[in-house]
């Protein structure tokens, strides 16, 4: 986590033409489980 606490994160939710439910899931999932790790090393 301490990559994360020093690089801004960019996310591409449609990149490479990926369909937009797909793209929503790996948001939603950044949102729930990646987010808090983070925010909890913080």
């Known amino acids: 986590m301490a990559f994360a ?15 937009p439910k797909l793209g929503w899931e790996m948001l939603e999932l950044f949102a729930s489980e990646v987010l ?5 090393a913080g």
């Open 5 to 19: 606490s020093k690089t801004d994160i960019s996310l591409t939710p449609l990149i490479s033409g990926l369909p």
């Open 36 to 40: 808090p790790q983070i925010r909890a």
